[in-house]
């Protein structure tokens, strides 16, 4: 008799809303365990936990090395297990990148801890059961990485240090584990609701379509494919940056 496939696990952090809810549904719709992590957005986190049909929720912030350890370890109270680590949580301040009074060290160092110590912390608190899974990491980067653009210059800088990360902990982790990042470019997602409220969401979306190559912009969902084939297929890659951007990146300026 075959012994039955053990049900594989993934954490996804920041995934109350937008790429990382996207994530933890199609994920669960493969069979995956989640555990849906959020740091304030308690009642959106239970809404995409009752989409999931096998899922716990926790709460914490990723900044702090003590909750990545706690979060880490819910998950392998629950399942015993870590298959795979999102990246997700992430957190910007926007200040057009003319205005360089409007950035101080506080700010670039409160973004760093969210959006480059965060994940650094993650993958580490995880890789004994990365390691013992042959797991998957997946860190979520920007197509401002590469560009220099987004919503700061403090913003754009932690991403391309993310990128660096995912390069370096590729290099590490092999051969059990691959790490790699997703670089989306304008998503249509409640971070952007919020920031520039739905009219504004709507002529940054239009603006986005009219310059890419293919004459388009991400859903949460489509961003969420890219991620789960890093997860589940995509056995060769590791150490990479795949762009889902619309080909921004390779848009001349205008």
């Known amino acids: 008799m075959k012994s039955e496939k053990k049900q594989r696990v993934a954490i996804i952090t920041g995934s109350a809303s937008g790429i990382g809810a996207a994530t933890a549904i199609e994920l669960s719709k493969r069979g995956w365990g989640v555990l849906i992590n959020y740091s304030k957005s308690a009642d959106k986190a239970k809404q995409v936990a009752s989409q999931c049909e096998d899922s716990i929720l926790v709460q914490a912030d990723t900044g702090e090395d003590a909750d990545c350890r706690r979060l880490v370890q819910a998950a392998l109270d629950k399942w015993g297990r870590v298959d795979a680590l999102v990246n997700n949580a992430g957190t910007t301040k926007f200040v057009k990148h003319p205005d360089l009074d409007g950035l101080s060290a506080e700010d670039f160092l409160r973004i760093y801890r969210v959006n480059v110590v965060g994940p650094f912390q993650m993958v580490r608190a995880c890789a004994p059961a990365l390691k013992s899974a042959k797991g998957a990491v997946v860190n979520v980067s920007s197509v401002a990485s590469l560009l220099g653009t987004g919503s700061s210059i403090a913003y754009a800088a932690s991403k391309s240090a993310l990128n660096s990360v995912t390069y370096s902990l590729a290099r590490v982790l092999g051969p059990e584990v691959r790490v790699n990042a997703v670089c989306p470019g304008y998503v249509d997602t409640p971070w952007q609701h919020n920031a520039l409220g739905m009219d504004g969401a ?53």
């Open 202 to 254: 709507g002529k940054a979306a239009a603006h986005y379509s009219g310059i890419v190559p293919l004459k388009s912009y991400a859903t949460p969902e489509d961003v969420a494919d890219t991620i789960v084939w890093l997860i589940e297929g995509a056995r060769q890659v590791t150490g990479e940056a795949i762009f889902v951007d619309g080909g921004l990146h390779i848009q001349p300026p205008r």
